[in-house]
């Protein structure tokens, strides 16, 4: 079905692995569309319950766009390829009601430290870098790191890493908050695996109701936030997780929710 990217989904997971080693993951068209494909693919399963996005080979998560790949300097008119293929694939992660989690095993540079941004979790190598390179080419942050980064490191951070295009090893990355976990790569699939393995017993639709109104946040009033709670709270008081919730801390038993 899919030419660049390896997608399965077994025990609750939906598995999505960027498969073009041979240029580091780099972005293209095609990729692009698949991705976004998978992903709503898992949106709409109500068997997945979590979903996993690393990187193919050993080196790369993903380097960014692919510059061989029919982008050329000067006159290019690339607003037109973010709002065709980057832009629908950062909503999709952002608007799906289930946790994404990023596994970082390689580098992550431009469009790839944006895409694994736009995750809701990301675990990392700890002998790998990400980079906010577009300077280096003339080129501004696209895909979505003009509103996570400063929401993450604050707005003098981020101008600094957008500007300088410097390197973020997983030491500062962590201090940072821009990655959740860094292990050392022979730990790394164990890790990953611990916390699928969470999310997969974990109530589904109570995260995604928090993950809903978290991209709203910033944008949002106090009282606006109060109003959205209340409602996202009632949605959870009618599902089977909070009554499986009560009755299990009222049988000093583990849960056992259904996501449902």
Known sequence: MFETILFSKENHIGRIIINRPEVFNALNAKLLTELTE?????????????????????????????????????????????????????????????????????????????????????????????????????????????????????????????????????????SLGLVSKSVPVENLAGEVEKLLAYYTQAPTRSIGLMKQILNKTYESSLEEVLEMEAEAQTACGFTHDFAEGVMSFLQKRPPVFKGE
């Open 38 to 174: 998978a992903i709503r693919d898992c949106h709409e399963d109500k068997d997945v319950r979590v979903v996993l996005l690393t990187g193919g080979g050993e080196k790369a998560f993903c380097s960014g766009a692919d510059l061989k790949a029919g982008l050329s300097g000067g006159n290019t008119e690339l607003g037109a390829t973010l709002r065709a293929t980057y832009n629908p694939l950062i909503l999709a992660i952002r608007n799906i009601p289930k946790p994404v989690i990023c596994c970082l095993n390689g580098i992550a540079a431009g469009a790839g430290m944006s895409l694994a941004l736009a995750c809701d979790l990301i675990i990392a190598r700890d002998d790998t870098y990400m980079t906010e390179l577009f300077v280096g080419i003339g080129l501004m942050p696209d895909a979505g790191s003009m509103f996570f980064l400063p929401r993450i490191v604050g707005m003098q951070r981020a101008f600094e890493l957008f500007s300088s295009g410097r390197k973020i090893y997983m030491t500062e990355a962590l």
